[in-house]
């Protein structure tokens, strides 16, 4: 049985540091090109290759992502 996974990213207090997507081993995340409120590039999810790991949320120093798991 396959797992699924997908983040949510709370854009508007994420600080763009980067963390996240270092720590993510499927290349899932990366820095959006847009800014959010406060001008930061934030983290959002490029690919679907996601198995909801949660590393990604663990590292985050501003607990601002939100996994989520699927098995299918």
């Keep these: 049985m396959a797992i699924k996974g997908a983040i949510v990213v709370d854009i508007e207090y994420c ?3 980067g963390v996240c997507v ?6 899932v995340i990366r820095l959006s090109k847009k800014v959010n409120g406060k001008g930061y590039n934030f983290a959002e999810m490029q690919n679907d290759a996601c ?3 949660s590393n990604c949320a663990v590292v985050c120093p501003d607990g601002v992502i939100t996994v989520y798991r699927l098995k299918v």
């Design 22 to 27: 270092g720590a993510c081993p499927q290349e």
């Design 15 to 17: 600080k763009g540091c």
């Design 51 to 53: 198995v909801g790991c």
